[in-house]
């Protein structure tokens, strides 16, 4: 089902009218972000390339060069400075760790957190080990799977179990949540 002429509730995403996306590393958060920017015709940043591109460098190697407390700073401090209006923000999967970042999101608008099992996360993570992280040492996926879920669920307004329909169905779901009165 397409939604034309989307009009979000005003109850749903506040007066900037933004939608951010959080979860886990290789949750889809950018994939199921661009679908829906598409779908509702608005455009869409990824918080971890506004991030690379505040630093000239890929996120790996801003993330080597900082602590983990370190760069999770950073990136409360790159979202706290967003300016954006009907926006879709699709974050970071640390994003969520401070508190000052998490409420500038809100109040860009509504946060939907993008739950998906941990044994997907897991397989995703196989199949493209490169994938950057903010992590401790010795810190495994399961901790950080662990101790991010109870974050995501504080801060969102709505939640998609995800993982195994194409992006494409979870951007609807959402689309149809943000058009439907509270």
Sequence with gaps: MDIPEFTPHPNKVGPRGCISIVGMAAAGKTTIGRELAALIDWPQIDTDNVIEATYGARLQRVTDQLSKEGFLDLEGEIISRLNVRRCIIS????????????????????????????????????????????????????????????????????????????????????????????
């Design 91 to 182: 974050t970071g999967g640390s994003a969520i760790y401070r508190d000052f970042a998490v409420q500038h999101l809100k109040s860009l608008g509504a946060i939907i957190y993008i739950r998906v099992p941990l044994p997907i996360i897991l397989e995703r993570f196989a199949r493209k080990p490169e994938r950057g992280m903010a992590m401790n040492p010795g810190q495994t996926i399961e901790d950080l799977y662990a101790e991010r879920a109870r974050l995501y669920e504080a801060a969102a307004d709505f939640t998609i179990q995800g993982g195994l329909a194409p992006a494409s169905e979870y951007a609807r779901d959402i689309a149809r949540w943000l058009a439907v009165e509270a």
